[in-house]
């Protein structure tokens, strides 16, 4: 196969709702292994398998084309898991996130106060 025909098979792979998905799933598990703040909070991606999530997107979350849309967690605690998933568009993503800091801040300050009990001083 030529360079070219390579690429442009490739392309075509990518905009397909399966390659978007396994665009989707490599980087969900490439934050997961790389990302300081995922790593300190232990969040993985519980995903076995592209067909898993594939299937979990388009039968069980019953979205018919996720190109296009954001993977958002629903909980940011928790791990990329069945139930912790929802697609949104580029805005509602950006608006689920600025409604999000307060509580996610009260969080921390919960979870930093849990930690600094346990110190002995």
């Given at each position: 196969m030529s360079e070219e025909k390579y690429r442009a098979t490739r392309e075509t792979y990518r905009k397909s709702i399966r390659g978007y998905v396994k665009s989707l799933r490599n980087h969900m598990q490439e934050r997961c292994r790389t990302n300081k703040s995922y790593l300190a909070r232990g969040i993985r991606c519980k995903f076995a398998s592209l067909?898993?999530?594939l299937d979990y997107i388009t039968v069980d979350m019953e979205v018919a084309d996720p190109r296009g849309l954001?993977?958002?967690r629903i909980d940011s605690l928790?791990?990329?898991e069945k139930g912790n998933l929802e697609f949104l568009t580029k805005h509602g993503h950006r608006?689920?996130?600025v409604n999000e800091i307060p509580d996610l801040r009260r969080r921390v300050k919960e979870l930093e106060a849990v930690?600094?009990?346990m110190c002995p001083v």
């Open positions: 067909q898993e999530l954001q993977c958002h928790k791990d990329y608006v689920k996130h930690i600094w009990s």
